[in-house]
C-alpha cells in the first residue's frame, strides 16, 4: 500500500501545503502566484523524495530480497554488491557477505576432506598392493617348484617375509596416521626433559648408526637440563624419525647431530645431518604421506613414506610446527620448538 510513489505523494502535498500557506502571508500575493508556488513545490518535493527512497530505501531493500533468494537457493557466490549506502541496510549487507562467505569457506573446507579422503583411498590401495604382490609371487613361484632347491626355496622365502614385514610397518603406520587424524589419539603433554630422551634414542639407533658408520651427536650445554611440554611417547617418536632418515638418507660416514637450543619461553630442537640435501620442490611435499623423492630408494631401505606425515600430525598436534631447510649437497635440517617448562618437583616417597 505505502510504495514510494504514495509516500512521496502525501509528503509532497505537506511541503506544498505548507509552502504555499507562507507565501499567502505576503500582502496582495495574486493567485497565481499561489498556485505556481503549490505547483512547483509539490512537483519538487514529490521529486524528490520519490527519487531518494526509490533508490536509496526501496532499491536496496529489493537487492536485499534479491541476495536472500539467492542464499535460499544456496548459491554463495554472492557478488560483493554496491547497495548498502544507508547505515542499517549496509550492515544486513555486510552481515549477509559474512554469513555467504562462512558457508562456503565450510562447503571449501567440505570438498577438501572429501578429495582427500578419496585421494588417500587410491594411495592406500597403491601402496599395498606392491607388498602383497610381491609376497604372492614369491609364494607362488615356490609352489610351482622352487622350493625343491633349498638354496633358492630360502632366498624366495626370505624375500617373502621382507615384503610382509614391509606390509606389516605400512599397515602400523597407516593405523597411527589415521588415529591421529580422527583424534583418537590424544597427546599427553606432561613435563618431559628432551636431553636425556634424545640420548636414548641414540642407543636404539645405534647399530642402524654403525651400519652406516655415521656419528650421532647432541649439540647442547653440557649438563643443562632441557624441560620442556609434550608427549614423551610421541616426541620420542618424531626424534626416532628423523633421526633414522638422516641416517638412511645421509651419505656413509656420516653425521647427524641433534642440538637444543633453549629461548626464553621455547627450546628449539633441530635435527642435522651432512648428506645429499633435498631439493626445493620436495620440499614443500616430503610431509605429504606417501611422498618420496626417490621411490625405488627410499623403499630399499624400508620406507613406508609416512614417517613425515606422521611427525607433522604429532608436531601440529603439540600447537608447533616443523619446517626443513636444505641445500643440495650441504645436508638438511629439520626444526620444531616445543614450550619450555620448569622441572617437575620430585615425588617423594616417605
Ligand atoms: N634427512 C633427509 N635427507 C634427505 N632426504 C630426506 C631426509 N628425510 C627425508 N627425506 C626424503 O623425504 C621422503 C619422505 O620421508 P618419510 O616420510 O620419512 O618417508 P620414508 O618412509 O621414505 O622414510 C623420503 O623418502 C626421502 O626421500
Ligand atoms: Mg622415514
Not at 513545490?41 to 526509490?54: D, G, I, K, N, T
Not at 599427553?188 to 642407543?203: Q, T
Request: hydrophobic content about 40%; overall charge positive.
Amino acid at each position: 500500500m505505502f510504495n514510494s510513489r504514495v509516500v512521496s505523494a502525501i509528503l509532497a502535498l505537506v511541503v506544498s501545503g505548507v509552502t504555499t500557506a507562507f507565501v499567502s502571508l505576503i500582502d496582495n500575493t495574486p493567485t497565481n502566484a499561489l498556485i505556481l508556488a503549490a505547483v512547483m513545490s509539490f512537483v519538487s518535493a514529490f521529486m524528490l523524495s520519490y527519487f531518494s527512497m526509490e533508490y536509496l530505501v526501496f532499491r536496496e531493500l529489493q537487492n536485499l530480497h534479491a541476495a536472500i533468494e539467492k542464499l535460499r537457493r544456496k548459491d554463495f557466490k554472492l557478488t560483493k554488491s554496491r547497495f548498502g549506502s544507508i547505515e542499517p541496510i549496509r550492515k544486513i549487507n555486510d552481515e549477509m557477505m559474512r554469513y555467504a562467505s562462512k558457508k562456503e569457506q565450510e562447503i571449501d573446507e567440505l570438498k577438501r576432506i572429501e578429495n582427500y579422503r578419496r585421494e588417500f583411498l587410491a594411495d592406500i590401495s597403491h601402496e599395498l598392493k606392491t607388498p602383497i604382490f610381491a609376497a604372492q609371487g614369491f609364494v607362488h613361484t615356490l609352489l610351482d617348484g622352487a622350493a625343491d632347491d633349498p638354496e633358492v626355496r630360502d632366498q624366495f622365502l626370505k624375500k617373502a617375509a621382507k615384503s610382509l614385514d614391509g606390509l606389516e610397518a605400512l599397515v602400523q603406520d597407516l593405523i597411527t596416521l589415521s588415529q591421529m587424524e580422527t583424534g583418537y589419539i590424544t597427546m599427553k603433554i606432561k613435563p618431559l626433559e628432551i636431553s636425556e630422551l634424545i640420548n636414548d634414542i641414540f642407543e636404539q639407533l645405534e647399530k642402524k648408526a654403525q651400519k652406516r658408520n655415521t656419528t650421532l651427536k647432541l649439540d647442547s650445554k653440557p649438563d643443562k637440563k632441557y624441560w620442556v611440554l609434550g608427549d614423551v611417547n610421541r616426541i620420542g617418536q618424531v626424534l626416532i624419525n628423523l633421526i633414522e632418515n638422516a641416517i638412511k638418507y645421509g651419505n656413509d660416514n656420516g653425521k647427524v647431530i641433534v642440538g637444543l637450543e633453549s629461548s626464553k619461553d621455547f627450546v628449539s630442537i633441530t635435527v642435522r645431518d651432512n648428506g645429499p640435501g633435498i631439493a626445493e620442490e620436495h620440499q614443500k611435499r616430503i610431509f605429504e604421506r606417501f611422498y618420496r623423492i626417490d621411490k625405488s630408494r627410499s623403499k630399499d631401505k624400508g620406507g613406508t613414506g609416512l614417517g613425515l606425515a606422521i611427525v607433522k600430525q604429532i608436531i601440529d598436534a603439540h600447537g608447533s610446527k616443523i619446517t626443513v631447510s636444505s641445500k643440495i649437497g650441504r645436508g638438511t635440517t629439520f626444526e620444531f620448538r616445543l614450550e619450555k617448562t620448569v622441572a617437575p618437583l620430585p615425588t617423594t616417597n616417605s
